[in-house]
């Protein structure tokens, strides 16, 4: 399994979204997720307990946006985390600590179509 964690901030283009297409939230995060084995895996994505499953070499993004109006976080063990991801031999499980979620493959199509009141999606989201 690969993960990732990319946030807006972190490339310096978090405020107001700048340089993140489509997007108007003050913080953006994003989780690349990898299925690098040879069966497939449960992704769950909590606390929306949305259940997927991944192809082996399927890579797909789970991206979240802050709550806060200055970016920030509220994290699951320590502050400023937007994602807390626990691995099991079959599954995933990845909290989110936005207050909304899009997952999409590697080409950027949705997984799946609720957008949990997400802002709208640019084609890098």
Do not use: Y
């Not at 283009?13 to 299925?35: E, Y």
């Amino acid at each position: 399994m690969i993960v990732r964690v990319r946030t807006a901030a972190a490339r310096g283009i978090g405020r107001g979204g700048k340089g993140v297409s489509g997007m108007g939230s003050a913080g953006t995060a994003r989780l690349l997720i990898g299925n690098g084995g040879e069966a497939p895996l449960e992704l769950t994505v909590e606390p929306w307990a949305e259940t997927h499953r991944m192809l082996p070499m399927q890579t797909w993004t789970v991206v979240t946006h802050s709550p806060a109006s200055d970016g920030s976080w509220s994290g699951t063990l320590r502050r400023d985390e937007p994602f807390q991801v626990d691995h099991r031999p079959e599954s995933v499980t990845v909290w989110v600590n936005g207050d909304c979620f899009h997952l999409s493959d590697a080409e950027g199509s949705a997984i799946d179509s609720a957008d949990w009141d997400c802002p709208a999606r640019g084609s890098a989201s």
